[in-house]
């Protein structure tokens, strides 16, 4: 997003908080302005704060080839409080001398180009979109194309929501009379009629659908190469073997090809997580599926985006969610009564969210549910071997470790393993636990007792350590880091 408006603009103005100096967004923005070769005014915000250091500002800033007038730069820094609306003027006044330095003009006749801001669908009023008119004067009326869309413009309002008749070069405006929704980022055009609109769309979307199946194309022809190349080596394989064993061999492969039952597709399906995601506007949707792109877990849970789309959440989402059995994710829209109750009905989740750091947090949460608990073991004491003998118990002998506890307790109802070297060589049970000769259940820290295990042909040593342990199951947590 910072990047596209850094394209779209001719002057940047890069805020910096006072009190917080440089920050990662800062020098991410600082490297989107230096991409796009657009100059930029500093506008030093929170100057009202008794924190507020904005010399270290400037200072910091120079570490990024931001270099302020104030040290011998072109770059202006004004002082500003968004809170008190102090300097306020002045950050506007730095801006106009910068335009008039750099002649920025356009021109008002001709036909109208401009770029999508932003889109989104208004209830009341359909597909509506922000853009800034770049180039002619836009007007009630006026045929426009963008991406694979098309509006006769019915209505225009400015940045305060009330109604204009038309718009010049550099103003922000709100188009409604959209057909579709296009997309953040796609260039406006006016065209001269509507039909003459219709055909650029209709081109335009023949060109996207050759494209994609020219790519089909060539992934069909890399797999069969594949199959070739398998089948090929399949050929090799079995050429030397006489016809029964080669009949054998195939018939085992093909058993363990063999589809799952509908009992074990369900199990299967624990490990995939369907998603459909809808937000307020087109940027929203494009930086959430943005992040999902970073997803790098597959391995443990497949991530599934069965839909995405603008606007709030509808019966068709609900119903979409329930066949895939997914999860519905909404930012900055809402999900009326009656959709919640038909979602509860249908046992679909649906999350809002008004923060996409949250709606990713969530997300990961909902992973992680889906991946099988980690078994953890907890010691609750540690014993040494001091001595080795055997008892008889009827026609067998069965050995039996002296031991003290050196650590915490030793319970026979919980697990035990013979560590050795450092190497575990048994995990189990106890038949026995002695403290002389009698029978107990526990026994604590720095006592003596006598045990046996569940496994005979174990060999004790003197110098062996006996663990008691107890297995508890930890949620897992999914490796995927979208990187805040």
Same mark, same amino acid.
């Given at each position: 997003?910072r990047a596209r408006g850094a394209h779209i603009t001719d002057i940047i103005i890069l805020v910096v908080a006072a009190d917080d100096g440089v920050m990662k967004q800062t020098v991410e923005s600082?490297?989107?302005?230096?991409?796009?070769?657009?100059?930029?005014?500093?506008?030093?915000?929170?100057?009202?704060? /008794?924190?507020?250091?904005?010399?270290? *500002?400037?200072? %910091?800033?120079? =570490?990024?080839? $931001? !270099?302020?007038?104030?040290?011998?730069?072109?770059?202006q820094a004004v002082h500003v409080s968004a809170l008190t609306g102090d300097n306020l003027m002045a950050l506007v006044e730095a801006t106009i001398a910068l335009a008039e330095m750099l002649e920025?003009?356009?021109?008002?006749?001709?036909?109208?180009?401009?770029?999508?801001?932003?889109s989104f669908t208004d209830k009341g009023r359909g597909p509506v979109t922000t853009a800034i008119i770049q180039r002619g004067t836009l007007r009630k009326g006026s045929i426009l194309v963008a991406?694979?869309?098309?509006?006769?413009?019915?209505?225009?309002?400015?940045?305060?929501?009330?109604?204009?008749?038309?718009?010049?070069?550099?103003?922000?405006?709100?188009?409604?009379?959209?057909?579709?929704?296009?997309? /953040?980022?796609?260039?406006?055009?006016? *065209?001269?009629? %509507?039909?003459? =609109?219709?055909? $650029? !769309?209709?081109?335009?979307?023949?060109?996207?659908?050759?494209?994609?199946?020219?790519?089909?194309?060539?992934?069909?022809?890399?797999?069969?190469?594949?199959?070739?190349?398998?089948?090929?080596?399949?050929?090799?394989?079995?050429?030397?073997?006489?016809?029964?064993?080669?009949?054998?061999?195939?018939?085992?492969?093909?058993?363990?090809?063999?589809?799952?039952?509908?009992?074990?597709?369900?199990?299967?399906?624990?490990?995939?997580?369907?998603?459909?995601?809808?937000?307020?506007?087109?940027?929203?949707?494009?930086?959430?599926?943005?992040?999902?792109?970073?997803?790098?877990?597959?391995?443990?849970?497949?991530?599934?985006?069965?839909?995405?789309?603008?606007?709030?959440?509808?019966?068709?989402?609900?119903?979409?969610?329930?066949?895939?059995?997914?999860?519905?994710?909404?930012?900055?829209?809402?999900?009326?009564?009656?959709?919640?109750?038909?979602?509860?009905?249908?046992?679909?989740?649906?999350?809002?969210?008004?923060?996409?750091?949250?709606?990713?947090?969530?997300?990961?949460?909902?992973?992680?549910?889906?991946?099988?608990?980690?078994?953890?073991?907890?010691?609750?004491?540690?014993?040494?071997?001091?001595?080795?003998?055997?008892?008889?118990?009827?026609?067998?002998?069965?050995?039996?470790?002296?031991?003290?506890?050196?650590?915490?307790?030793?319970?026979?109802?919980?697990?035990?393993?013979?560590?050795?070297?450092?190497?575990?060589?048994?995990?189990?049970?106890?038949?026995?636990?002695?403290?002389?000769?009698?029978?107990?259940?526990?026994?604590?820290?720095?006592?003596?007792?006598?045990?046996?295990?569940?496994?005979?042909?174990?060999?004790?040593?003197?110098?062996?350590?006996?663990?008691?342990?107890?297995?508890?199951?930890?949620?897992?947590?999914?490796?995927?880091?979208?990187?805040?």
């Open positions: 997003m600082i490297q989107h302005a230096k991409d796009a070769q657009v100059p930029v005014v500093l506008a030093i915000n929170k100057c009202d704060k /008794a924190e507020a250091d904005p010399e270290r *500002v400037k200072k %910091e800033l120079l =570490a990024y080839d $931001v !270099v302020c007038e104030d040290y011998g730069g072109d770059i920025l003009k356009a021109d008002p006749t001709g036909p109208v180009e401009g770029t999508v801001i932003e991406g694979k869309s098309w509006a006769k413009v019915r209505l225009m309002f400015d940045e305060n929501d009330k109604a204009i008749n038309e718009a010049c070069p550099s103003m922000p405006v709100g188009i409604i009379g959209w057909r579709d929704l296009p997309s /953040a980022g796609d260039e406006i055009l006016e *065209v001269e009629s %509507e039909p003459r =609109a219709r055909e $650029v !769309v209709h081109w335009r979307k023949y060109e996207q659908e050759q494209e994609k199946n020219k790519e089909d194309l060539e992934l069909i022809e890399e797999k069969r190469k594949e199959h070739q190349e398998a089948h090929r080596k399949a050929r090799e394989k079995y050429g030397t073997l006489p016809w029964k064993e080669r009949s054998f061999i195939k018939y085992k492969i093909k058993k363990q090809q063999q589809p799952l039952k509908p009992k074990e597709k369900a199990g299967g399906d624990s490990n995939v997580l369907p998603i459909i995601i809808k937000g307020d506007v087109d940027g929203s949707v494009e930086a959430i599926l943005n992040i999902m792109d970073t997803y790098d877990a597959s391995h443990e849970c497949e991530l599934e985006l069965v839909h995405f789309g603008v606007g709030d959440i509808s019966e068709n989402d609900v119903n979409l969610a329930e066949t895939f059995h997914g999860v519905i994710y909404g930012f900055n829209v809402n999900a009326g009564n009656v959709i919640q109750q038909s979602a509860a009905k249908k046992g679909v989740k649906i999350k809002l969210h008004k923060i996409i750091y949250r709606l990713i947090e969530d997300l990961q949460e909902e992973l992680s549910s889906r991946l099988p608990c980690i078994v953890e073991e907890h010691t609750i004491g540690e014993a040494s071997i001091l001595a080795t003998f055997s008892i008889t118990e009827g026609k067998k002998k069965v050995p039996v470790a002296g031991c003290r506890v050196q650590k915490g307790q030793l319970e026979k109802q919980k697990k035990f393993k013979l560590i050795r070297n450092g190497h575990v060589i048994w995990k189990g049970s106890l038949i026995s636990l002695k403290h002389h000769k009698d029978d107990i259940s526990v026994i604590k820290t720095g006592m003596d007792c006598g045990l046996s295990l569940d496994e005979e042909k174990i060999e004790f040593k003197v110098g062996d350590d006996i663990v008691c342990y107890e297995e508890k199951e930890v949620l897992a947590k999914t490796s995927w880091d979208p990187g805040f």
